[in-house]
């Protein structure tokens, strides 16, 4: 196990950018970046033995300056969407930046994807990156100065573990995740259709057209949404069920089966090709599958790989959208002086 530090670039305003660089005894590396806490690459063994890089993004820090799309990165304050940008906390009404279209998403205009992190190394036998961010009061809209800490910790097992903390010192909301976009047949390896996916999932958030939840929720059973079992994500994805049609794809929350275990198994996801095979465990309640429909092959990404729609697909464990809108959701309030802590795993292995 070992972490390497090297410079990535400079911000406009000249400050530096590292990249830490955490490698384990079987030769898997993710490389990540103090600019939005981003996970750069993510290197993983195929069932030959063969590395892949399972992550989309860019070769370069100008590429993430530029780039809309969240590849890889540390969202922040709020994951997903706040209706309107708008919610009551203790009687008072905050109004939040909006970025989409009359709604705030994943933080606002700038979250935590486009801050600089502060790197700090914990060496102890787990060789952890610790990024820590302060986000003052009123930033985005948010109350409460906000420190955030995320431990970046890769284990001898494959996995790559996020741990997520924060406190505050006024009553505030807050939702962390990791955004990133994998292709378990290697980044530019075209569509995720053939990959197979498990959610360990009976219900899922119903959406508005504007992909913010009504706060419905309902059954996967017959439909679209149903993938408790093993499932090519491409099965249905041009079905005609409004849900699908809405988010031009998925883009959907689902209600995760929690166990009494902190840790939950919620996702598997297979490359049949490479062997690769993710699996994804969290102490959220929710997670966002989503399958990079904004994807149009704007983006020009690692070794000038052009990504398009549907060549990605990303599992973001949260609290539900806009689940401080929707009081039969699982609150997401962080009240002054008490801790935010959830961890997810994203662990690797082959078939
Ligand atoms: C999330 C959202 C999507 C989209 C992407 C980023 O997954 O649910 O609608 O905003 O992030 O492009």
Redesign the pocket.
Known sequence: MSIEKNLFGLLPNGKEVYIYTLKNNNGMEVKVSTYGGTIVSLLTSDKNGEFHDVVLGYDSLEGYLKGD??FGALVGRFA?RIQYGTFKLNDKEYKLATN?GPNH??GGIKGFDKVLWNATLIEDKNNILQLSYLSVDGEEGYPGNLNVNVKYILTEDNSLELHYEATSDKDTIINLTN?SYFNLCGHSSGDVLNHKIMINADKFTVNDKY?IPTGEIRNVDGTPMDFRTLTPIGANINSDYEQITFGNGY?HNWVLNTTDSPLTKVAKAICEHTGISLDVYTTQPGV?F?TAN?LDGSDIGKDNAIYNMRNAF?L?TQYFPNSINCSNFKSPILKAGEKYDHKTIYKFSTI
Do not use: G, P, T
Request: include cysteine; glycine fraction near 0%.
């Open positions: 799309k969240y997903n989409n998403l994943h955004h992909s883009d966002q989503y904004f990303c973001e």
